[in-house]
């Protein structure tokens, strides 16, 4: 019986499709109609769950407008049978990873004022919760 898991490879591939598709807003629909696709079978190449071949992945990339290696970005391989990502990716990777993460810094891009994107920011730190569970306060924000 075939190995039913994603793929390291083909998991990483996926994200890195999902990450250009939401960076140029482009919903899974969209991009399933210009690739003649679903967007079930989006979901599937996102996930890591299907394969993506490589004429596919390059229509891909001419759709977001992102050149072929960025798919392969941040990925190792060991062997050609067993890729796998790189090391531990950094937390601001894991953040705009996260469909909230990249949500959250493209509206922050798009703040005009300087003195608003001073205060939201002072409003996350003071919403924060430390990895020791305490609360950050806005007074220790403001004397660091």
């Known amino acids: 019986m075939a190995n039913k898991q994603p793929n390291a490879f083909d998991v990483h591939i996926g994200k ?4 250009a598709r939401i960076l140029i807003g482009m919903s899974q ?3 399933g109609s210009l690739l003649g696709v679903t967007f079930q079978q989006i979901q599937k190449y996102e996930r890591g769950f299907n394969r993506i071949g490589a004429g596919r992945l390059y229509d891909v990339a001419a759709i977001l407008n992102v050149p072929i290696s960025f798919f392969y970005q941040d990925l190792e391989h060991t062997t050609v ?8 990716p ?10 909230e993460g990249l949500e959250l810094a493209l509206a922050f891009q798009r703040i005009k004022d300087a003195k ?3 205060r939201m920011l002072h409003l996350m730190r003071s919403l924060a919760v430390e990895p020791d569970g305490d609360k950050r306060t806005a007074d220790a924000d403001e004397q660091s």
Not at 16 to 19: A, F
Not at 81 to 88: F, K, L, S, W
């Open 16 to 19: 890195r499709i999902r990450t």
């Open 29 to 31: 629909e969209r991009l």
């Open 81 to 88: 049978d067993h890729p796998r990502p790189a090391a531990e």
């Open 90 to 99: 950094s937390a601001v990777k894991r953040f705009l990873a996260s469909a």
């Open 116 to 118: 608003v994107r001073r």
